[in-house]
Nanobody
Framework: QVQLVESGGGLMQAGGSLRLSCTVSGSIFTVINVMGWYRQAPGKQRELVASISSSGRVDYADSVKGRFTISRDNTRKADLQMDSLKPEDTAVYYC??????????WGQGTQVTVSS
C-alpha cells in the first residue's frame, strides 16, 4: 500500500511564496518514477503544474514557468516552491506519484489560496 502525504498549503497574498511538500510512504518495494503536482480550481479540470522524473527531467505548465520550482530530495519526496503567487494560482493542489510499473497514486490535496 502506497500513501502520499502532502503539506504546506495555506493562504498567501499575491506576490508571496509557499512551499508544498509530498512524501511517499508505504510499500518499500514500489519504485517511484515520476512525481508531480497537479491543481484543480473550482469549476475547472485538474491540470498538471509540474513534474519531475527519477532521472531529473522536469516539466512545467506554461502558466507557472519562471515562478514555480519542483525539486526532489530523494526518490520518495518532492517539493514545489511557489514564488510570485497570483490569485489565479488558487486551487487545491494534489501530489501524484507514478510507479515504475505504471501504477498512479494521489495525495488527498492541499488548499492554496492567493488573495489579491
Amino acid at each position: 500500500q502506497v500513501q502520499l502525504v502532502e503539506s504546506g498549503g495555506g493562504l498567501m497574498q499575491a506576490g508571496g511564496s509557499l512551499r508544498l511538500s509530498c512524501t511517499v510512504s508505504g510499500s518499500i518495494f514500489t519504485v517511484i518514477n515520476v512525481m508531480g503536482w497537479y491543481r484543480q480550481a473550482p469549476g475547472k479540470q485538474r491540470e498538471l503544474v509540474a513534474s519531475i522524473s527519477s532521472s531529473g527531467r522536469v516539466d512545467y505548465a506554461d502558466s507557472v514557468k519562471g515562478r514555480f520550482t519542483i525539486s526532489r530530495d530523494n526518490t520518495r519526496k518532492a517539493d514545489l516552491q511557489m514564488d510570485s503567487l497570483k490569485p489565479e494560482d488558487t486551487a487545491v493542489y494534489y501530489c501524484n506519484a507514478v510507479a515504475l510499473r505504471g501504477a498512479s497514486y494521489w495525495g488527498q490535496g492541499t488548499q492554496v489560496t492567493v488573495s489579491s
